[in-house]
């Protein structure tokens, strides 16, 4: 997906140097990566969490 994407955000735990890692291990080239958030930063991170639903969500889905 980054190859296609405008502006690839490559969230990173740490930094190496350059010849550091294996490339058979990296996913996303540096290449195709415009922006970089290092471990460092603190964000409140939102994700979503699935859970039991309503009655009335089955009408929502399209289900009658």
Known sequence: MATAADVTIAEVEHLVEPGEL???????PGIFVQHILAGSTRYEKR????GPTSQGSASSSGRA
């Open 22 to 28: 294996d490339p058979d291990h990296v996913v996303t």
């Open 47 to 50: 994700i979503e969490k699935e």
